[in-house]
């Protein structure tokens, strides 16, 4: 068991003086300080003390690999420091963990304080203006989450460059700077080698599970058992998501809500293909996530090319190959149809066609000769702005992955949206 040691603010820590708690998990209390002669704003995270003697020296041994790692840390947007130790011994109160006067009831005596001294920014975590958009119901802004999520995916990249996985990401552990152009990933206490250690998150705390943060962990717990760069990139998606749509996904009722949300219809500034990332980036399944968080972030970044031409022949021929589907009203539908050829004679067309846009709807399929014709509906979700939008239909075989954009203008007037999904070529099912 951990008797988490605490600090009032105006505490001295070695010459830094506490302005306040930033967070506190099993392992540890994160503090915002200060130098009162410089003005040097720093982090500072205390390890808690660990009972009996071998917990403690597991639990030592981890802490100083923290501050070995963060030694060596040459990133933006991550910190940088080095470990403290402050001797004692010190008398404190076994149920607060704050210090208490000798002689008190209920108390232990530890030997020494250890402290892990981190760079700082002068700002808040990700997760305080969360809290403060929802209760404002002013909602953070699509575009600067977005250029977050540049810079905390940089810092991940980084990290799994050199064979790392950070394991507990989440809006607790990422600090903005007060102008709000600069985040930073902190609390490094779990980032380990793949596969050294397992396990993915915090141990055990409120809303935490036997293997991490609820909501931001991976859901398999075979994942979790072994978690990857993609584990990371789970829990980076989910940060994001909740940044910008104020749903928490610790709260069961949130996360689902959050899962069968229609991202589109809430978050106009958001590009259907972002919005496709986002949700990718969440699945479930590793497999079904992109590549990488470099990928991830590509892809946040520039809207997907025309068309993906491989060094071979490509033999599917999509008719049209583009799609203007001219002026809609909020809430209006049209029909659009798709016909795939196979160039090679007498073959039918085997692959699969997505849209991961709940805007653009994919119909069974039909049959003409050896074509697939793929009927297509295009709902203008109620909300809808007027402007310029673009869609696309995306078709991929073992070999070949072509995109169909589609685009359309909304004309004023609201109306409502509907799910999209992914039909495999050749009758295939929904996914």
Not at 281 to 298: E, I, K, M, N
Not at 327 to 347: N, P, Y
């Amino acid at each position: 068991m951990a008797v988490r040691l605490t600090h009032a603010t105006g505490d001295l820590i070695g010459h830094h003086m506490v302005r306040g708690l930033l967070g506190r998990g099993a392992f540890g209390s994160v503090y915002r300080c200060v130098d009162p002669t410089s003005g040097e704003l720093r982090v500072i995270k205390e390890m808690h003390v660990a009972a009996p003697a071998d917990e403690a020296a597991m639990a030592l041994e981890h802490f100083r690999a923290e501050a070995a790692l963060v030694a060596t840390l040459d990133h933006p947007h991550l910190p940088h420091g080095e470990a403290l130790t402050v001797d004692g011994p010190f008398t404190i109160d076994a149920a607060t963990g704050a210090a208490a006067d000798e002689g008190a009831e209920d108390t232990l005596s530890v030997r020494s304080r250890h402290y892990l001294v981190m760079d700082a920014l002068d700002g808040v975590s990700m997760e305080e203006l969360c809290e403060i958009a929802g209760s404002t119901e002013r909602p953070l802004a699509p575009a600067t989450v977005l250029a977050w999520a540049q810079q905390i995916g940089g810092a991940l990249s980084y990290l799994h460059a050199r064979g790392l996985v950070h394991r507990d990401v989440k809006p607790a552990n990422i600090i903005i700077n007060s102008a709000g152009d600069r985040a930073m990933l902190i609390d490094l206490g779990l980032t380990r080698e793949a596969r050294v250690v397992p396990g993915y998150g915090t141990q055990p705390i409120s809303t935490s599970g036997r293997f991490g943060t609820r909501g931001y962990a991976p859901p398999d717990p075979m994942e979790q058992e072994e978690p990857t760069a993609l584990s990371d990139l789970h829990a980076l998606g989910m940060t994001l998501l909740r940044a910008l749509t104020g749903l928490d996904p610790t709260r069961p009722d949130e996360l689902a809500r959050l899962r069968a949300l229609n991202l589109l219809d809430s978050l106009s500034d958001l590009e259907p293909y972002q919005a496709a990332l986002l949700l990718r980036a969440t699945r479930p399944d590793p497999s079904d996530r992109p590549s990488s968080v470099d990928a991830f972030l590509d892809g946040l970044r520039h809207p997907p090319a025309l068309a993906l031409n491989p060094s071979w022949t490509c033999w599917l021929e999509l008719r049209p190959p583009s799609i203007d589907a001219g002026q809609l009203r909020a809430g209006q539908i049209r029909d659009l149809t798709v016909t795939i050829h196979d160039k090679r004679a007498g073959r039918q067309p085997e692959g699969e066609a997505i849209s991961e846009d709940p805007c653009l709807r994919i119909l069974p399929p039909a049959l003409r000769g050896t074509d697939i014709v793929l009927p297509l509906v295009l709902r203008v979700p109620p909300r809808q702005e007027p402007g310029h939008y673009r869609t696309s239909l995306m078709v991929r075989t073992a070999d070949e992955e072509h995109e169909v954009p589609v685009t359309y203008e909304v004309t004023p007037r609201p109306a409502g949206g509907t799910p999209g999904g992914c039909l495999l070529m050749g009758f295939g099912g929904t996914k």
